[in-house]
Structures are given as C-alpha cells and as structure tokens.
C-alpha cells in the first residue's frame, strides 16, 4: 500500500513570513512529486513538481526533493494571505499513465 | 480555451440510480484519470486511461465503470448509486511524464 504522509495542520504563519510545508511517501520506487494547491470548494491547482534529488524554483515557491529520505518539502516566501489553502503532495510511482498517490493535505493559513 | 470541463457540476441522485459523470478534456492528452475527495481520505484513484478503449482500476474502482471510446472523453458511471459514494469527483488528464491537471470537480450526493 503506497502511502503519503502531510501534517494536516493547521499550520500558521504571519504574512511576510517562510512557509515550511514537508510530506514523507512510503514507495521508494517512486519517480515524480508533485505539490498541489487546493482552496476550499476548488479543484486542486498544480503548483511545483520535482523528479530529481534536490531543489527546485519558481518565483516565491521551493520544491525540495531527498529520495534517501523518501522526504518532500514545499517553501513559501513571503507568504501573502492569497497562500491560505490546504496543500496537497502526491506521488507518481511510474510513468504519466499512473494515478497519483495523494496525502491528505496541510491546511496552510497566512496570519495578515 | 482549451482545459478539462466536467459536467455536471453539482447533481444529487437516489440509491440505486445510474448516475454518469463526463469528463472532457481539449489538450489531445493521452492519460486521462477519474479521482474521488472525502474528508479523512483525501484524494484516492478510481480508475484510469491510458488512451481511448485502454482503462485500468485504481484504489477504490469498486461500483463504478468507465469507458474511453475518443481521446477527449472519458465517462465514468455509477451503476447502481449507493449513499457511501457521496463525493466529489474529479476528472485529470496528462501527457507523457507531464503533471496532471483537474477538472472543477462533480459534486455528488446520494440519498
């Protein structure tokens, strides 16, 4: 059974402020990591993915990878209110024709 | 705009009922994927497609089924509804190694 392990929060952060979102997976064999966005009542957004050990940047947003570890982590900076959502990792074991393994999410709210 | 669409968006049904959900997607990809979100489970795999009259079973396939007779469609059916499948759904699709990307999702309760 491939499992994906989230604090479900609620993590609190002041705005301004680094946002540290983790997430471990059980399947080593795992390929692809994916970091989803999800406001409440909305389909999850794609955010980041990462397939290589290490880090990954696009504007304000951070992926980290440690395979070793089985270990993936999202960085926020300068967290703005629009951040407040809860955060979803999934994993992809193979291929593009496999599903995702998601965990079930951090709840990530910005202190204004 | 090209993009995924679900339909409907919002439907409530009774046990026992057929219920079909559609999924349509504009990109041309290959993989499409239906999902379902419960509180306490998160996001869990119902089934999949590879491409069109190519389906496979996820996590939880158990009373539903799903066929792929173009590229850009990929209908998913509850053939006898049953009030634990109350949820929301949600359709993806992919290319190659590409992420997914999600429809808005079918709201469904079952009553």
């Known amino acids: 059974q491939k499992e994906v392990e989230q604090n479900s929060g609620p993590l609190s952060v002041p705005e301004g402020a680094i946002a540290s979102l983790n997430c471990t997976y059980s399947d080593r064999g795992s390929q692809s990591f994916f970091w989803y966005r999800q406001y409440s009542g909305k389909s999850p957004e794609l955010i980041m993915f990462i397939y290589s050990n290490g880090d990954k940047e696009d504007g304000r947003f951070t992926a980290q990878l440690n395979k070793a570890s089985q270990y993936v982590s999202l960085l926020i900076r300068d967290s703005q209110p629009s951040d407040s959502a809860t955060y979803l990792c999934a994993v992809r074991s193979g291929g593009g024709a496999d599903g995702l393994t998601f965990g079930k999410g951090t709840h990530l709210i910005i202190q204004p | ?111």
């Not at chain 2, 669409?5 to 009922?17: A, D, F, H, L, V």
């Not at chain 2, 491409?51 to 396939?61: L, M, Q, S, Y």
């Open chain 2, 1 to 111: 705009d090209a993009g995924i669409t679900q339909s409907p968006r919002y439907k409530i049904t009774e046990t026992g009922r057929q219920v079909t959900l559609m999924c349509h997607q504009t990109w041309s990809h290959s993989y499409m994927f239906w999902y379902r979100q419960d509180l306490g489970h998160g996001l869990r795999l119902i089934y999949y497609s590879a491409a069109a009259d190519i389906t496979d079973k996820g996590e939880v396939p158990d009373g539903y089924v799903v066929s792929r007779s173009k590229t850009e469609n990929f209908p998913l059916t509850l053939e006898s509804a049953t009030r634990s499948q109350t949820s929301v759904y949600f359709c993806a699709s992919s290319e190659d190694r590409q992420p997914q990307h999600f429809g808005d999702g079918t709201r469904l309760s079952i009553l």
